[in-house]
């Protein structure tokens, strides 16, 4: 969320309405819902408070939505039901049962008695679908029209009830039993004569999703048939809802912050807004597991302790190889996770893509195993070419196991429908370094000492 140049502070907020709060409140009313919550983001919880009783209240909906939820739960919970209800009437259905997730369960019940039968109706609904489905992601604003109607009819309709909905991209076309046949553009209505049938002009293969499927499914849609806005059927084929494309650019930034959280064994309910102690038990989690994997890699570098003593050079050389393993399968890690989170590859394609990275891990090791087999005869002659040999031997084994687990662990934890980002990164750096160790100590063991 980015500031605005010339936003003013909240203490200059606070200060004008200490004076003239009604001045303070249209200060507030200019600014964009975004940098509203910036202001909010920036000031302290008594100031905050403050500031959401200036905003006016058609206008804090928009605002609270634009914040992280554990700040929207916050401030809500400082408000009567009565005001929260208020609020959400001059939402969008979808974006009013987003705020009211974050209320406080028990007073839920409360907040939608206190709602328009109208709202409610819109509402309520939508509250039964998963967060992270089409219907979750759903509002129940738009536009239809019967498929026999003619365009002026649709026109006429059209002035008296378009101004109630936002962003109204598409006309959607049902019969007289509300089953969606289809829709077409707002210009594909005006360039077209009073006296023709809807049924003419309907675009009877427009795309449209059911509210069970999952998000990451919709975003796709989106991105194949690039359009505005997404109609949701029932099972019946009835139009229950549509999803607009600002929800899905909101998707696709979770999509990604959760797949960039979970590889570095994040929760991805991490936020600034948390308490310390909240963040630092999710975090503890897994710091516990990176602590098992780490000694059991110390455990394997303690196998060969005798070697170490012998060959100092074996210390300083051996983090070289676990670390270039490391940065290589998280290399390709990135790559597949990425690609199955995009749908671009899947288990029909999974063995071209495993085939491709163990191909390019191959290359990079020969070439990187040459290099430090190079240095490493140089930088200890006193062992002889045979230890740049050792590491060279080492570097290329550890690349290759690097490859083919940054492959097959997110690929194989997709097959057992486990979240690919969950757990790979930590999979994945204890293979690299129990492999890089053995390799090159176990080599040099061998070869050196024997």
């Known amino acids: 969320m980015k500031q605005h140049h010339n936003l003013p502070r909240p203490s200059e907020i606070l200060r004008q309405a200490s004076v003239n709060p009604d001045r303070a409140t249209k200060t507030l009313a200019k600014l964009h819902p975004n940098e509203r919550a910036s202001l909010l983001l920036a000031c302290k919880e008594s100031q905050r408070d403050a500031l959401v009783q200036l905003i006016p209240q058609e206008l804090l909906g928009e605002t609270l939505i634009e914040l992280p939820e554990p700040l929207q739960a916050d401030i809500l919970a400082t408000l009567p039901p009565e005001r929260i209800s ?47 489905s089409a219907g979750g992601l759903m509002q129940a604003e738009l536009f239809k029209v019967r498929h026999d109607w003619e365009i002026r009819r649709v026109l006429a309709v059209l002035r008296r009830w378009g101004r109630d909905i936002e962003n109204l991209n598409y006309v959607y076309v049902v019969d007289q039993e509300d089953v969606f046949i289809g829709a077409f553009t707002l210009q594909t209505l005006l360039l077209h004569e009073p006296d023709v049938r809807v049924s003419s002009i309907v675009e009877r293969r427009f795309p449209r999703a059911t509210p069970g499927q999952d998000q990451e499914e919709v975003v796709r849609m989106f991105e194949k048939y690039q359009i505005l806005a997404l109609p949701v059927v029932d099972e019946n084929g009835i139009l229950v809802g549509r999803i607009m494309a600002d929800d899905i650019l909101d998707v696709v930034q979770e999509e990604a912050t959760e797949d960039m959280y979970r590889l570095a064994a994040l929760s991805d309910d991490d936020d600034m807004t948390e308490p310390v102690l909240t963040t630092a038990r999710r975090r503890g989690v897994w710091l516990a597991v990176n602590l098992m994997t780490a000694i059991l890699a110390s455990f394997v570098v303690s196998r060969f302790s005798s070697a170490i003593e012998q060959v100092v050079a074996l210390a300083i050389l051996m983090p070289i190889v676990a670390s270039m393993g490391g940065i290589a399968g998280t290399q390709t890690l990135t790559v597949i996770v990425r690609g199955i989170a ?33 240095i490493a005869s140089i930088w200890f002659p006193e062992n002889g070419p045979m230890l740049g040999m050792i590491i060279a031997a080492a570097m290329l084994i550890n690349l290759l196991a690097a490859g083919l687990a940054g492959a097959l662990i997110p690929l194989t934890l997709q097959r057992l429908h486990i979240d690919p980002a969950l757990a790979s990164g930590t999979i994945l750096t204890t293979v690299t370094d129990v492999v890089g160790f053995c390799a090159f100590l176990g080599l040099a063991t061998h070869f050196l000492l024997n």
């Open 86 to 132: 208020d609020v959400m009437e001059h939402m969008n259905s979808d974006d009013a049962t987003d705020l009211l997730q974050a209320v406080d369960k028990e007073l839920i019940p409360q907040v939608i008695e206190q709602l328009e039968p109208e709202e409610r109706r819109g509402i309520e609904p939508l509250l039964a679908y998963d967060e992270e």
């Open 342 to 374: 995009l749908g671009r590859i899947t288990l029909a394609n999974s063995r071209q893509a495993l085939i491709k990275e163990v191909s390019v891990s191959l290359v990079s090791g020969i070439a990187f195993a040459a290099l430090i087999g190079l």
